[in-house]
């Protein structure tokens, strides 16, 4: 068999025996393909062998690679510049990483003069890296109660990312501390503010993430390289 349908028979089956742990469906989860270090050429594959949700962490690439395949739905997941702001708004489905003010500030700019909306995630810091982007979560509510003054600015969830070496079970934390926002915010009534989504866990870490409650997942080296 391809090995791109192996990699991704491989990620479906991790992703049900994660959710059959927990009693979740696995139709509720959504994996977002990173592409970030494959072409185009490997993007159109993935995309013929049903994949919809493409994960980027530069404005450029994401640009080049959602010119070949429109029809696929795009996501920003890396660090953006507010320079870079007038290049991204209108082109995703969903911005992964709003991480501070002022850019919720310039993606709002840019969005109203667009008259446009503009879904994002409120990346958390949880584990409080220093050279990790986002929020504190102790900064989380008054950044959500802010959100009203950008009327563009849909909040619909957190994002967050684990530390890279740890070993799997020390992840577990931090996703649960990441659900334990959403749930304990899930009912404030602030416009534009709507915490549908967690996204959370990648290659090394997803089935936690599943297990502690993300609705979406980022997925690179294991799907386009397999390990
Ligand atoms: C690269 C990246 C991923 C995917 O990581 P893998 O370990 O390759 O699955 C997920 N999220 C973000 C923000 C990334 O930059």
């Not at 995630?121 to 989380?140: M, Y």
């Not at 802010?146 to 996703?175: D, N, Y």
């Amino acid at each position: 068999m391809d090995s791109l349908q192996t990699s991704l028979n491989n990620i479906q089956n991790r992703i049900n025996r994660a959710c059959a742990s927990v009693n979740r469906d696995p139709a509720d989860i959504t994996l977002v393909a990173v592409s970030k270090t494959v072409n185009v050429e490997m993007v159109e594959k993935a995309y013929r062998l049903g994949i919809r949700n493409f994960g980027e962490n530069r404005v450029a690439d994401l640009a080049e690679k959602q010119g070949s395949l429109p029809d696929a739905n795009w996501h920003m997941i890396g660090r953006l510049q507010t320079n870079k702001v007038k290049d991204i708004v209108g082109k995703t489905c969903l911005i992964h990483s709003l991480d501070r003010w002022n850019l919720a500030e310039a993606l709002h700019k840019r969005a109203a003069y667009m008259e446009i909306d503009v879904p994002v995630l409120l990346q958390v810091n949880i584990a409080g890296e220093e050279q990790k982007a986002g929020v504190s979560p102790t900064d989380v509510d008054q950044f959500l109660q802010s959100i009203p003054q950008l009327p563009r600015l849909k909040i619909m969830g957190f994002m967050t990312m684990a530390p890279l070496e740890s070993e799997t079970e020390e992840v577990r934390p931090i996703f649960r501390e990441l659900a334990e926002i959403r749930k304990r915010l899930y009912h404030i009534h602030i416009p534009n503010v709507e915490l549908r989504y967690l996204s959370m866990g990648m290659s090394q870490d997803f089935e936690v993430a599943v297990q502690e409650g993300a609705d979406i997942i980022r997925v690179g080296t294991s799907l386009f390289h397999g390990s």
